[in-house]
Protein backbone atom coordinates (compact mmCIF):
# COMPACT_ATOMS: atom_id res chain seq x y z
CA UNK A 1 0.00 0.00 0.00
CA UNK A 2 1.27 3.07 -1.00
CA UNK A 3 0.99 6.44 1.60
CA UNK A 4 -1.54 8.27 -0.72
CA UNK A 5 -3.58 4.84 -0.32
CA UNK A 6 -3.11 4.84 3.47
CA UNK A 7 -3.88 8.82 3.56
CA UNK A 8 -7.16 7.95 1.29
CA UNK A 9 -8.01 4.89 3.44
CA UNK A 10 -7.68 7.19 6.63
CA UNK A 11 -9.59 9.79 5.55
CA UNK A 12 -12.55 7.56 4.80
CA UNK A 13 -13.46 7.61 8.39
CA UNK A 14 -15.46 10.48 9.20
CA UNK A 15 -14.16 11.24 12.66
CA UNK A 16 -10.63 10.66 11.43
CA UNK A 17 -11.60 13.28 8.72
CA UNK A 18 -13.22 15.29 11.78
CA UNK A 19 -9.51 15.21 13.78
CA UNK A 20 -8.04 16.16 10.43
CA UNK A 21 -10.27 19.33 9.70
CA UNK A 22 -9.85 20.54 13.67
CA UNK A 23 -6.37 20.20 13.02
CA UNK A 24 -6.54 22.28 9.88
CA UNK A 25 -7.21 25.37 12.59
CA UNK A 26 -3.95 24.47 14.54
CA UNK A 27 -2.60 22.16 16.44
CA UNK A 28 -4.51 20.32 19.08
CA UNK A 29 -3.00 17.75 22.28
CA UNK A 30 -4.95 14.22 22.41
CA UNK A 31 -6.88 15.64 25.48
CA UNK A 32 -8.31 18.89 23.72
CA UNK A 33 -9.33 16.19 20.75
CA UNK A 34 -11.46 13.28 23.53
CA UNK A 35 -12.60 16.84 24.74
CA UNK A 36 -13.97 17.77 21.39
CA UNK A 37 -15.16 13.91 19.92
CA UNK A 38 -16.43 12.70 23.36
CA UNK A 39 -14.32 9.68 22.46
CA UNK A 40 -11.86 8.04 25.33
CA UNK A 41 -8.78 8.54 24.53
CA UNK A 42 -7.40 4.81 23.14
CA UNK A 43 -9.91 5.78 20.66
CA UNK A 44 -8.80 8.95 19.64
CA UNK A 45 -4.46 7.23 19.57
CA UNK A 46 -5.68 4.68 17.63
CA UNK A 47 -7.30 7.13 15.05
CA UNK A 48 -4.31 9.21 15.76
CA UNK A 49 -1.86 6.13 14.74
CA UNK A 50 -3.35 5.20 11.93
CA UNK A 51 -3.13 9.55 10.48
CA UNK A 52 0.53 9.29 11.44
CA UNK A 53 1.47 6.47 10.05
CA UNK A 54 -0.53 7.76 6.65
CA UNK A 55 1.47 10.83 6.90
CA UNK A 56 -1.26 13.08 7.66
CA UNK A 57 -0.21 14.45 10.83
CA UNK A 58 2.76 14.34 12.82
CA UNK A 59 3.32 14.70 16.71
CA UNK A 60 5.88 16.80 18.50
CA UNK A 61 8.79 14.37 20.34
CA UNK A 62 9.34 16.96 22.28
CA UNK A 63 6.29 18.78 24.20
CA UNK A 64 5.06 16.68 26.83
CA UNK A 65 1.66 16.84 25.54
CA UNK A 66 2.73 15.42 22.04
CA UNK A 67 0.70 17.84 20.06
CA UNK A 68 -0.44 16.90 16.82
CA UNK A 69 0.14 19.08 13.62
CA UNK A 70 -1.63 18.71 10.11
CA UNK A 71 0.61 17.71 7.49
CA UNK A 72 -0.31 19.47 4.61
CA UNK A 73 2.26 17.68 1.81
CA UNK A 74 0.48 14.79 1.87
CA UNK A 75 -2.98 16.10 2.75
CA UNK A 76 -2.51 18.51 -0.44
CA UNK A 77 -1.86 15.17 -2.35
CA UNK A 78 -4.93 13.65 -1.56
CA UNK A 79 -6.72 17.52 -2.23
CA UNK A 80 -5.11 17.70 -5.76
CA UNK A 81 -5.56 14.08 -6.49
CA UNK A 82 -9.71 14.98 -5.60
CA UNK A 83 -9.25 18.37 -8.14
CA UNK A 84 -8.20 16.99 -11.13
CA UNK A 85 -10.81 13.80 -10.64
CA UNK A 86 -13.67 16.75 -9.98
CA UNK A 87 -12.09 19.39 -12.78
CA UNK A 88 -12.67 16.20 -15.22
CA UNK A 89 -16.07 15.82 -14.02
CA UNK A 90 -17.14 19.03 -13.87
CA UNK A 91 -16.54 19.69 -16.97
CA UNK A 92 -18.26 17.19 -18.40
CA UNK A 93 -21.21 18.08 -16.51
CA UNK A 94 -21.43 21.13 -17.76
CA UNK A 95 -22.01 20.31 -21.12
CA UNK A 96 -24.77 18.18 -19.89
CA UNK A 97 -25.75 21.24 -18.56
CA UNK A 98 -26.17 23.08 -21.94
CA UNK A 99 -27.36 19.68 -23.78
CA UNK A 100 -30.02 19.45 -20.76
CA UNK A 101 -31.14 23.11 -21.82
CA UNK A 102 -31.43 22.17 -25.58
CA UNK A 103 -33.69 19.20 -24.34
CA UNK A 104 -35.88 21.49 -22.19
CA UNK A 105 -36.15 23.77 -24.72
CA UNK A 106 -37.08 21.10 -27.46
CA UNK A 107 -39.41 19.92 -25.45
CA UNK A 108 -41.03 23.06 -24.75
CA UNK A 109 -41.58 23.80 -28.50
CA UNK A 110 -42.71 19.79 -28.66
CA UNK A 111 -45.83 20.93 -26.38
CA UNK A 112 -46.61 24.20 -28.17
CA UNK A 113 -47.39 22.45 -31.65
CA UNK B 1 -26.20 23.92 -10.13
CA UNK B 2 -23.46 23.86 -7.64
CA UNK B 3 -20.53 22.16 -9.17
CA UNK B 4 -20.08 18.11 -8.36
CA UNK B 5 -18.93 16.91 -5.38
CA UNK B 6 -16.19 14.49 -4.95
CA UNK B 7 -15.20 12.38 -1.97
CA UNK B 8 -13.32 8.99 -1.47
CA UNK B 9 -16.63 6.86 1.01
CA UNK B 10 -14.10 4.07 1.57
CA UNK B 11 -10.98 3.22 0.47
CA UNK B 12 -11.90 1.68 -2.65
CA UNK B 13 -14.77 3.86 -4.08
CA UNK B 14 -14.81 7.36 -4.99
CA UNK B 15 -18.30 9.29 -5.12
CA UNK B 16 -18.95 12.24 -7.44
CA UNK B 17 -22.81 14.22 -6.82
CA UNK B 18 -23.96 16.95 -9.30
CA UNK B 19 -27.45 17.96 -9.63
CA UNK B 20 -29.27 19.47 -13.14
CA UNK B 21 -31.89 21.71 -13.79
CA UNK B 22 -34.13 19.62 -15.88
CA UNK B 23 -36.52 16.31 -14.97
CA UNK B 24 -34.89 12.79 -14.65
CA UNK B 25 -36.63 11.76 -18.03
CA UNK B 26 -34.35 14.14 -19.98
CA UNK B 27 -31.40 13.39 -17.55
CA UNK B 28 -31.79 9.73 -17.99
CA UNK B 29 -32.09 10.05 -22.00
CA UNK B 30 -28.53 12.57 -21.97
CA UNK B 31 -27.04 8.92 -20.00
CA UNK B 32 -28.45 6.91 -21.91
CA UNK B 33 -28.78 7.34 -25.91
CA UNK B 34 -24.95 7.31 -27.77
CA UNK B 35 -26.03 10.31 -29.96
CA UNK B 36 -26.79 12.68 -26.97
CA UNK B 37 -24.33 11.40 -25.01
CA UNK B 38 -21.36 11.93 -27.32
CA UNK B 39 -21.47 15.03 -26.90
CA UNK B 40 -21.06 15.66 -23.32
CA UNK B 41 -19.31 12.59 -22.25
CA UNK B 42 -15.42 13.32 -22.16
CA UNK B 43 -12.46 11.13 -20.86
CA UNK B 44 -10.36 14.07 -21.05
CA UNK B 45 -11.12 17.63 -22.47
CA UNK B 46 -10.21 17.79 -25.84
CA UNK B 47 -11.08 13.92 -26.80
CA UNK B 48 -13.50 13.31 -29.33
CA UNK B 49 -15.76 9.99 -28.91
CA UNK B 50 -15.83 8.23 -32.09
CA UNK B 51 -17.42 4.86 -30.60
CA UNK B 52 -20.56 4.79 -28.08
CA UNK B 53 -22.30 1.77 -28.57
CA UNK B 54 -25.04 0.93 -25.64
CA UNK B 55 -27.31 -1.96 -25.00
CA UNK B 56 -29.55 -0.12 -21.99
CA UNK B 57 -30.99 -4.11 -20.49
CA UNK B 58 -29.55 -6.01 -18.11
CA UNK B 59 -26.74 -8.12 -18.93
CA UNK B 60 -26.47 -5.76 -22.21
CA UNK B 61 -22.72 -4.52 -23.50
CA UNK B 62 -21.42 -0.96 -24.04
CA UNK B 63 -18.18 0.13 -25.60
CA UNK B 64 -17.19 3.47 -25.50
CA UNK B 65 -13.90 4.85 -26.81
CA UNK B 66 -12.11 8.11 -27.00
CA UNK B 67 -9.64 9.72 -29.63
CA UNK B 68 -7.15 12.89 -29.53
CA UNK B 69 -5.85 15.05 -31.91
CA UNK B 70 -3.07 12.71 -33.15
CA UNK B 71 -5.74 9.92 -33.82
CA UNK B 72 -4.35 7.75 -30.46
CA UNK B 73 -7.43 6.04 -28.96
CA UNK B 74 -8.68 4.58 -25.19
CA UNK B 75 -11.75 3.12 -23.71
CA UNK B 76 -13.91 1.15 -21.34
CA UNK B 77 -16.23 -1.32 -22.29
CA UNK B 78 -18.42 -3.30 -19.56
CA UNK B 79 -21.63 -5.11 -19.20
CA UNK B 80 -25.35 -3.32 -17.34
CA UNK B 81 -25.96 -5.29 -14.42
CA UNK B 82 -29.04 -3.51 -13.23
CA UNK B 83 -31.34 -1.05 -15.06
CA UNK B 84 -34.40 0.57 -13.66
CA UNK B 85 -35.55 3.41 -15.79
CA UNK B 86 -35.24 7.16 -14.43
CA UNK B 87 -33.94 5.90 -11.04
CA UNK B 88 -30.43 3.72 -11.39
CA UNK B 89 -28.08 2.24 -13.67
CA UNK B 90 -25.32 -0.45 -12.36
CA UNK B 91 -22.16 -1.56 -14.88
CA UNK B 92 -19.19 -3.01 -14.69
CA UNK B 93 -16.49 -0.99 -16.57
CA UNK B 94 -13.27 -2.25 -18.12
CA UNK B 95 -10.25 0.20 -19.24
CA UNK B 96 -9.22 -0.60 -22.93
CA UNK B 97 -5.89 0.99 -23.05
CA UNK B 98 -6.34 0.71 -26.73
CA UNK B 99 -2.65 2.70 -28.35
CA UNK B 100 -2.66 4.48 -25.41
CA UNK B 101 0.03 4.44 -22.87
CA UNK B 102 -1.67 5.70 -19.64
CA UNK B 103 0.14 2.86 -17.56
CA UNK B 104 -2.04 -0.22 -16.36
CA UNK B 105 -5.43 1.04 -14.91
CA UNK B 106 -5.62 -2.60 -13.22
CA UNK B 107 -7.42 -5.50 -15.02
CA UNK B 108 -9.95 -5.99 -12.88
CA UNK B 109 -13.24 -4.37 -14.09
CA UNK B 110 -15.04 -1.64 -11.49
CA UNK B 111 -18.64 -1.15 -10.55
CA UNK B 112 -20.38 1.83 -11.49
CA UNK B 113 -24.01 2.59 -9.70
CA UNK B 114 -25.41 5.51 -11.27
CA UNK B 115 -28.76 7.15 -9.48
CA UNK B 116 -31.40 9.35 -10.29
CA UNK B 117 -33.28 11.56 -8.72
CA UNK B 118 -36.10 14.21 -9.48
CA UNK B 119 -37.19 16.51 -6.63
CA UNK B 120 -39.23 19.36 -8.17
CA UNK B 121 -37.32 19.62 -11.39
CA UNK B 122 -34.45 19.09 -10.31
CA UNK B 123 -32.34 16.07 -10.76
CA UNK B 124 -30.08 14.64 -8.39
CA UNK B 125 -27.16 12.78 -9.87
CA UNK B 126 -24.94 9.91 -7.78
CA UNK B 127 -22.24 8.39 -9.63
CA UNK B 128 -20.16 5.77 -7.19
CA UNK B 129 -17.12 3.81 -9.20
CA UNK B 130 -15.88 0.79 -6.57
CA UNK B 131 -12.61 0.18 -7.85
CA UNK B 132 -11.65 -3.91 -7.54
CA UNK B 133 -8.87 -3.40 -5.11
CA UNK B 134 -7.10 -0.27 -3.70
CA UNK B 135 -4.30 -1.15 -5.97
CA UNK B 136 -6.54 -0.38 -8.89
CA UNK B 137 -7.90 2.71 -7.67
CA UNK B 138 -4.34 3.87 -6.65
CA UNK B 139 -3.26 3.13 -10.93
CA UNK B 140 -6.36 5.30 -11.38
CA UNK B 141 -5.52 7.74 -9.24
CA UNK B 142 -1.89 8.39 -10.41
CA UNK B 143 -3.00 8.82 -14.12
CA UNK B 144 -4.18 11.78 -12.76
CA UNK B 145 -1.44 13.30 -10.87
CA UNK B 146 -0.39 16.67 -11.19
CA UNK B 147 2.32 19.15 -9.35
CA UNK B 148 1.98 22.58 -8.12
CA UNK B 149 -1.61 23.51 -7.09
CA UNK B 150 -1.80 25.68 -3.99
CA UNK B 151 -3.35 23.99 -0.68
CA UNK B 152 -7.26 25.22 -0.42
CA UNK B 153 -8.71 24.87 2.85
CA UNK B 154 -12.14 26.16 1.48
CA UNK B 155 -11.95 22.74 -1.28
CA UNK B 156 -10.80 20.60 1.92
CA UNK B 157 -13.61 21.80 4.08
CA UNK B 158 -15.81 20.43 1.25
CA UNK B 159 -13.88 16.92 0.87
CA UNK B 160 -13.86 16.59 4.47
CA UNK B 161 -17.78 17.24 4.36
CA UNK B 162 -18.27 14.71 2.09
Request: charged share 25%; hydrophobic share 40%; net charge negative.
Amino acid sequence: MTQLDQAFAALADPTRRGIVLHLARGEASVSDLVGLFSLTQPTISSHLKVLESAGLISRSRVAQLRPCKLETEQLKAVTDWLEQVQEIWESNYKRLDALLDELKQAQKEDRKK
Amino acid sequence: MKPAEVSTPSDREVLVKRSFDAPVNLVWQAYTDPVLMRRWLAAMPGWSMPVCEMDIRVGGRYRWRWRDENGQEFGFTGEMLEVELHSKIVHTQLYDPGDCDFGSMGGEPSIITVTFNETNGITNVATLIKYASMADRDAAMSTGMTEGMEMNYQSLDGVLAG
